[in-house]
């Protein structure tokens, strides 16, 4: 079975410094990975989604990952937030082919002034 | 785009009632899934339809949960009876076939359930 570990519950950081979220996966077969974010009260929505070539991967908003099949990581990653990244966010895995997503427990990111 | 259309937004229920969520998917996807968010379990994937036949229902609690497509335009999720630990945000996802290798599910607003 496919699991998802987020390392951290929470993350605080200051505005305009530079965030990782951490997210491991287990998994026997090839998958798909994904990373949403979740606005208060609002539904999901993909930030970024890795199915094939290039590792590192941009998305929406400024925020990147990068797959490392090895360690089985795909980091969630800004260079620099803002105040409006405040959210949870999730990271997510999907046998290829099966439809099916498996997610991780979520991250609080808390955007300090 | 509407996005995903979900209703109610939020339900008060008592126990024992019978809750019906319903969810309009975004025209042209033939995927829809059925997620629960709470704090204990996080996003659990409960139910998903392929050209409004369900696929896999292996995340269905128990019984008392049941969903239907009857056309490609609208899904339901039943609970009957409810009960207070059926209490969470109820998602619903719809997403393009796989065959033509778009893998993004669009996710809902949600219905915020409690049952008293």
């Known amino acids: 079975a496919q699991s998802v570990t987020q390392l951290d519950s929470q993350v605080p950081v200051f505005e305009e410094a530079p965030v990782e979220l951490r997210c491991n996966y287990s998994?026997?077969?090839?998958?798909?990975l994904f990373w949403y974010v979740q606005y208060p009260n609002q539904g999901l929505q993909l930030l970024l989604k890795y199915l094939s070539g290039s590792t590192l991967v941009k998305g929406i908003n400024g925020f990147e990952a990068e797959f490392n099949k090895s360690q089985t990581s795909f980091h969630l990653r800004k260079p620099s937030v803002h105040i409006s990244d405040t959210a949870e966010y999730f990271c997510?895995?999907?046998?290829?082919?099966?439809?099916?997503?498996?997610f991780g427990q979520g991250t609080r990111l808390t955007i300090n002034p | 785009d509407a996005g995903v259309i979900q209703s109610p937004r939020h339900e008060v229920t008592e126990m024992g009632q019978e809750v019906t969520l319903r969810c309009k998917p975004i025209?042209?996807?033939?995927?829809l899934f059925w997620y629960r968010q709470t704090m204990m379990r996080g996003l659990e994937l409960l139910i998903y339809f392929n050209n409004n036949v369900p696929i896999d229902d292996s995340g269905m609690p128990e019984d008392r949960f049941s969903a239907k497509m009857p056309n490609a335009s609208f899904s339901t999720l039943k609970i009957q009876p409810s009960e207070p630990r059926d209490s969470a945000v109820y998602f619903c996802?719809?997403?393009?076939?796989?065959?033509?290798?778009?893998?993004?599910?669009?996710f809902g607003p949600g219905t915020r359930l409690t049952v008293l």
């Open positions: 996802a719809s997403s393009l076939p796989r065959r033509l290798a778009t893998d993004t599910q669009y």
């Open positions: 998994s026997s077969v090839s998958v798909y």
């Open positions: 997510a895995v999907e046998i290829q082919g099966a439809q099916k997503l498996v």
């Open positions: 025209s042209g996807h033939n995927s």
